[in-house]
């Protein structure tokens, strides 16, 4: 008798989250202006070019929450694509109520799960860099498995980044970032930046919640490595 196929390990729990009403109608009108659907094939540079109406270096983002931090990064950067993807409804709605407020064009939005579509979508030495801020921490020691930066996942990443692209990373969790530094040192094809931890870059804006952490005295880790 053949064993049922092994459900993945899910880095997230998707929460029915209530949207705005504000949400809701920016996911159900700007949706199909920015919303990129999955599908699990491949685009090489020439068909992200077209999901963005130009060629100019792209960037991945995993999980951002409300889209405060990605809306800010599209400003200071606008001759760089952002590629945001993200599973929570309600933040993807933020994200592009924020998009239509500010009139930011370099932004393109996925509703997906970040391993499928880097997976299968992404082909090597395509991106830029890559940004994972402030991932779930999964702090309960059995839970770790379900934490995000694992040395599978971070060999993947590593994979899609050009030669001399980035991999920046940031958490508030001690152990986390324990973890990410091991994992991303052990990865032959990454190279720290400096010695240990960065310092925060100026194109990192604080968000809300990272001030209300700082003030708790809540340290943050940055970890940024190059692709060698």
């Known amino acids: 008798?053949?064993?049922?196929?092994?459900?993945?390990?899910?880095?997230?729990?998707?929460?029915?989250?209530?949207?705005?009403?504000a949400q809701q109608h920016a996911f159900d009108t700007l949706w199909p202006r920015w919303g990129i659907p999955y599908a699990p094939a491949p685009l090489d540079r020439a068909a992200w070019a077209?999901?963005?109406?130009?060629?100019?270096?792209?960037?991945?983002?995993?999980?951002?929450?409300?889209?405060e931090t990605t809306v800010a990064l599209a400003q200071e950067r606008p001759d760089t694509n952002f590629?945001?993807?993200?599973v929570h409804i309600p933040g993807i709605g933020s994200l592009l109520k924020r998009m239509a407020d500010t009139g930011i064009t370099n932004v393109r939005v996925m509703h997906h799960d970040a391993v499928?579509?880097?997976?299968?979508?992404?082909?090597?030495?395509?991106?830029?860099?890559?940004?994972?801020?402030?991932?779930?921490?999964?702090?309960?020691?059995?839970?770790?498995?379900?934490?995000?930066?694992?040395?599978?996942?971070?060999?993947?990443?590593?994979s899609r980044l050009?030669?001399?692209?980035?991999?920046?990373?940031?958490?508030?969790?001690?152990?986390?970032?324990v973890q990410m530094l091991e994992v991303l040192g052990n990865t032959p094809t990454l190279a720290n930046t400096t010695a240990g931890y960065a310092e925060r870059p100026a194109y990192r804006p604080l968000t809300k919640f990272e001030q209300r952490g700082l003030g708790l005295g809540h340290g943050v880790r940055d970890l940024i490595f190059r692709k060698t």
Do not use: C, N
């Open 116 to 158: 499928e579509v880097v997976t299968h979508m992404l082909p090597p030495d395509l991106l830029e860099g890559i940004h994972v801020f402030f991932p779930d921490p999964w702090p309960k020691a059995r839970h770790h498995k379900r934490r995000l930066i694992q040395p599978p996942f971070v060999g993947l990443l590593a």
């Open 1 to 21: 008798m053949s064993l049922p196929p092994q459900r993945p390990i899910r880095s997230y729990v998707l929460r029915q989250g209530r949207m705005s009403r």
């Open 83 to 86: 590629l945001a993807i993200d």
């Open 50 to 67: 077209t999901r963005f109406d130009r060629d100019a270096p792209l960037v991945l983002e995993i999980g951002f929450g409300m889209g």
């Open 162 to 177: 050009r030669p001399g692209g980035y991999l920046h990373l940031a958490t508030d969790w001690e152990d986390y970032a």
